[in-house]
T-cell receptor, first 113, second 114 residues
Framework: GQQLNQSPQSMFIQEGEDVSMNCTSS?????WLWYKQEPGEGPVLLIA?????ELTSNGRLTAQFGITRKDSFLNISASIPSDVGIYFC?????????????FGKGTKLSVKP | GAGVSQSPRYKVAKRGQDVALRCDPI?????LFWYQQALGQGPEFLTY????????KSGLPSDRFFAERPEGSVSTLKIQRTQQEDSAVYLC????????????FGDGTRLSIL
């Protein structure tokens, strides 16, 4: 099935460092979302973006919806050990029976205390 | 809690057996989605319900996969004659009607086919 191009695949950083990850698609989306998944759990929504160019923050997290509607990035500032997990981007369209999410392959984040 | 509940959390079956996975969505949520997540991959869409109507089943990988939501709340994903490639985590998500309503995920059922 279709998956978005998400990079980097993994990151090993020191506590306190900033993190940046991004996601690109060959097709446009109406909505971009960022989820975090920890082992044995389902994805948890971090940020949802609804308009091209939109920049949204949630605590130490900031995400942007690209102007072309084909990309998005997520930044995490001043990382802490509990940021460890896999971060997924997801694109979504609406209309008709649409609404399902198209996910990237994830960015695995490891944080050294 | 009031989140999406899935059962069982783990299921081990022998190749060729049938399995049934259950999803209890958040109360009142109109839409329900099933996703399959292979190891090291992002979730991939399987099927979508709005109330009891299955509006999209384009992601179901074969006719061995069948999903139902007869009363518009609980949903069951059934896999017949399981194969080893069916081993994955099966995630259920629900949301309210309306554009922009975020999907809330359950913790999934980890299916292992021996």
């Amino acid at each position: 099935g279709q998956q978005l191009n998400q990079s980097p695949q993994s990151m090993f950083i020191q506590e306190g460092e900033d993190v940046s990850m991004n996601c690109t698609s060959s097709s446009i989306f109406n909505t971009w979302l960022w989820y975090k998944q920890e082992p044995g759990e389902g994805p948890v929504l971090l940020i949802a973006l609804y308009k091209a160019g939109e920049l949204t923050s949630n605590g130490r997290l900031t995400a942007q919806f690209g102007i072309t509607r084909k990309d998005s990035f997520l930044n995490i500032s001043a990382s802490i050990p509990s940021d460890v997990g896999i971060y997924f981007c997801a694109g979504q369209n609406y209309g008709g029976s649409q609404g399902n999410l198209i996910f990237g392959k994830g960015t695995k984040l490891s944080v050294k205390p | 809690g009031a989140g999406v509940s899935q059962s069982p959390r783990y299921k081990v079956a022998k190749r060729g057996q049938d399995v049934a996975l259950r999803c209890d969505p958040i109360s009142g949520h109109v839409s329900l989605f099933w996703y399959q997540q292979a190891l090291g991959q992002g979730p991939e869409f399987l099927t979508y319900f709005q109330n009891e109507a299955q509006l999209d089943k384009s992601g179901l990988p074969s006719d061995r996969f069948f999903a139902e939501r007869p009363e518009g709340s609980v949903s069951t994903l059934k896999i017949q004659r399981t194969q080893q490639e069916d081993s994955a985590v099966y995630l259920c998500a629900s949301n309210n009607r309306g554009h922009g309503q975020p999907q809330h995920f359950g913790d999934g059922t980890r299916l292992s086919i021996l």
